[in-house]
């Protein structure tokens, strides 16, 4: 059975035991869990103490702190919220919830905790803290834009259980297009591991042939050199379980000899200082040196973890290193800097970074230059960047593919950010695009409100979902890849399921899909969890609109967007976007002006009940690239004004700034 499955069947079999207990026994119950370091069942058991006894705080804080440490960020910024004011009580929750937010990907929501926890802080260090803080904004104008400014020609892969599991996987090393190195720490312990590509899926991982025996501790964060004649790697305590960022690490070497490689050498104490960590170790060689980069807390950094140095020449057997050099204060930052990679071709340096302006905490960076002569380092975009953290890029010998390491969300294949995999990047596929439209069979009307699934089809007849995606019109639209056979599922509720094959093996065609009309029928499961008698909304006094849909008023969230309106629009659970394209004083729903609009999206209306205003607004769309997307079309259209606005939970939070 798969692990996640055990571990709902077990958080579920742990729940009533958790709600027949008093606030007490939970409390601490939850401390002697933490204590041990499993932190989702103590956060569990600290939520459902506060849930009996609300008035204390600090046990929905600790719950926070016990999702943040296993990079829940949902549920911490769900526990954060209840005391993200209370920065007195619970020193920098604030800040901890304004991060939770951005690394869910709730970027304006996230800019404006920022904003409130920085004009509400008087404690100390608030210069420093200024500092963070507009570091951190910046990194969340840069998630709104970013969307926009992806690089379409990078395909993400998931490698698969060949390679990931469910425990954290990390420190990947591509010996080449067919053969990977990486770390795993599945079964709490971590170890290095190489797996092969065999025609396009990864064989089941083993300990590398003839690799010296570590008795003691984590061996981990392999790389080798480009002459394929030592690994450098890292031995660390083994005083707790695995945690990839905080277990203190040393930086150990093996040699190539003979049949297998020789037993490790610790390097020289001024590398691995006493009570530091030493980690990540990188080899590149340049100019008959060799350059070895790795992370370090040492002192004389910046602050955190830092990108440090040093060099040997290439020659020589022994391991006489110059002493360790800092980057410098272009790299580092009062943040941590981690997973050097030097790219011997480019000169570029790539490394992950908190301390830079981020999309989610921990993103991809790249500089270019020598030892501590670097140019400013620009954030490396999106799809290698995502909301989560995002660290240990490299690319293959051929550098026709590259690696990251991400706890990002990923389709059906990875559905928590709990754990860090690996992934696959390619780059030069060609873009194919799949487009269709969507009928009533018996009417010959197009649909509105569909949901439709897109399946990857294997050669043994197996499949993987890779996307479920709501459209408010009839007609859909996916990226494709080539030489691949898919299936398309469409639903639509009140009517049967349809579904068609294809596969995208046509040199000349850029376009496949097909119309689908869809029979009447038993209604299908609803993918479209509408709300309905949702507290946050009230309903007036006028319960039905013209077209009988149950008319609400709502007051907008967000401080630049508080008035109150009434709608008959569809709520939505969770965030979705709308698209507005101005406000009228005369509104009519026979405008001709707005016709231009209407295959863009549903039309909706929003009376500003202080005014005469009415907003008219498209949507609705579940990702900000679509509405970003439905924004430019619509500004070509004759809207120049138009922006998107973020709703969540059905009540609208406020206009999506781009800058």
Same mark, same amino acid.
Request: net charge negative.
């Given at each position: 059975m798969n692990r996640n499955i055990l571990l709902v069947l077990a958080i579920c079999a742990f729940a009533p035991g958790l709600n027949a207990q008093s606030a007490k026994k939970l409390e601490k119950s939850a401390d002697e869990?933490?204590?041990? %370091?499993?932190?989702?069942?103590?956060?569990?058991?600290?939520?459902?103490?506060?849930?009996?006894?609300?008035k204390k705080t600090e046990l929905i804080f600790k719950a926070g702190e016990a999702y943040y440490s296993i990079k829940d960020y949902r549920k911490a910024a769900e526990c954060y919220q209840h005391v993200r004011g209370k920065n007195d009580e619970f020193p920098l929750v604030g800040l901890k919830y304004a991060r939770s937010l951005k690394q869910d990907g709730q970027y304006d929501k996230a800019k404006t905790e920022f904003k409130n926890f920085m004009d509400g802080y008087t404690g100390e260090n608030k210069a420093i803290l200024e500092d963070i803080i507009q570091t951190e904004i910046r990194g969340c104008d840069l998630g709104t834009r970013l969307p926009v400014l992806a690089d379409r020609s990078i395909e993400v892969q998931f490698p698969g259980t060949g390679v990931n599991s469910d425990d954290a996987e990390f420190a990947p090393y591509p010996v080449s297009d067919d053969e990977l190195y990486f770390s795993s720490a599945i079964g709490g312990k971590a170890r290095i591991y190489v797996s092969t590509r065999q025609a396009n899926r990864w064989s089941k991982a083993s300990i590398p042939a003839n690799f010296p025996v570590v008795s003691n501790g984590h061996f981990c964060n392999a790389s080798m050199t480009p002459d394929g004649e030592r690994i450098y790697f890292t031995v660390c305590n083994a005083e707790k379980g695995w945690n990839d960022l905080s277990t203190r690490c040393e930086i150990f070497v093996t040699k190539k000899g003979g049949t297998g490689w020789s037993q490790p050498e610790r390097l020289p104490d001024y590398v691995n200082l006493k009570g530091m960590t030493a980690t990540h170790p990188f080899a590149a060689h340049v100019n008959g040196q060799e350059l070895l980069y790795f992370a370090s807390n040492r002192e004389g950094g910046r602050g955190g973890m830092d990108i440090w140095y040093v060099v040997r020449d290439l020659g020589l057997e022994d391991n006489d290193f110059t002493f360790p050099?800092?980057? $410098?204060?272009?790299? +580092?930052?009062?943040?941590?800097?981690?997973?050097?990679?030097?790219?011997?071709?480019? %000169?570029?340096?790539?490394?992950?970074?908190?301390?830079? &302006?981020?999309?989610?905490?921990? /993103?991809i960076f790249r500089t270019q230059g020598s030892e501590v002569n670097w140019s400013v380092p620009e954030n490396a975009g999106l799809p290698i960047n995502s909301s989560a953290d995002d660290y240990f890029y490299v690319k293959s010998p051929s550098q026709n593919t590259a690696f990251v390491?991400?706890?990002?969300?990923?389709?059906?294949?990875?559905?928590?950010?709990?754990?860090? /995999?690996?992934?696959?990047?390619?780059?030069g596929s060609k873009r194919l695009a799949l487009k269709g439209n969507v009928y009533d069979k018996a009417t010959g009307d197009q649909l509105s409100n569909i949901t439709v699934m897109l399946y990857q089809v294997f050669d043994d007849g197996t499949d993987n979902?890779?996307?479920?995606?709501?459209?408010?019109?009839?007609?859909?639209?996916?990226?494709?890849?080539? +030489?691949?056979?898919?299936?398309?599922?469409?639903?639509?509720? $009140?009517?049967?399921?349809?579904?068609?094959?294809?596969?995208?093996?046509?040199?000349? +065609?850029?376009?496949?899909?097909?119309?689908?009309?869809?029979?009447?029928?038993?209604?299908?499961?609803?993918?479209?969890?509408?709300?309905?008698?949702?507290?946050?909304?009230?309903?007036?006094?006028?319960?039905?609109?013209? /077209? %009988? &849909?149950?008319?609400y008023t709502a007051r907008g969230t967000s401080p630049d967007d508080n008035l109150e309106y009434s709608s008959t629009a569809p709520r939505h659970k969770g965030i979705y976007y709308k698209v507005q394209a101005g406000a009228l004083k005369r509104y009519s729903a026979d405008r001709r002006d707005l016709k231009p609009l209407e295959d863009l999206g549903r039309l909706d209306t929003?009376?500003?009940?202080?005014?005469?205003?009415?907003?008219?607004?498209?949507?609705?769309?579940?990702?900000k690239e679509e509405a970003l997307r439905a924004m430019k079309a619509m500004q070509d259209r004759g809207f120049p004004e138009a922006f998107v606005v973020q709703y969540e939970n059905g009540v609208r939070y406020g206009k999506v700034t781009l800058e």
């Open positions: 869990l933490y204590e041990q %370091g499993k932190y989702a069942e103590a956060a569990q058991a600290y939520e459902t103490a506060w849930q009996k006894k609300k050099v800092n980057a $410098g204060p272009v790299v +580092n930052t009062l943040g941590d800097e981690i997973t050097p990679w030097f790219d011997a071709e480019s %000169g570029n340096l790539y490394f992950a970074s908190n301390g830079h &302006a981020s999309i989610g905490g921990f /993103d390491v991400s706890n990002r969300i990923f389709g059906g294949e990875k559905t928590t950010t709990r754990n860090s /995999d690996i992934f696959e990047l390619s780059s979902l890779l996307v479920n995606k709501n459209f408010s019109t009839g007609n859909y639209t996916f990226e494709l890849l080539a +030489n691949r056979r898919f299936r398309v599922e469409v639903q639509s509720e $009140g009517y049967e399921t349809a579904s068609y094959e294809f596969a995208t093996d046509d040199p000349n +065609n850029f376009t496949y899909g097909q119309p689908v009309f869809l029979n009447g029928g038993t209604p299908p499961p609803s993918t479209d969890p509408v709300i309905k008698d949702d507290p946050i909304v009230m309903p007036n006094n006028d319960p039905k609109g013209q /077209d %009988g &849909a149950t008319t929003e009376k500003i009940v202080s005014s005469k205003l009415t907003r008219v607004m498209v949507g609705d769309f579940f990702t």
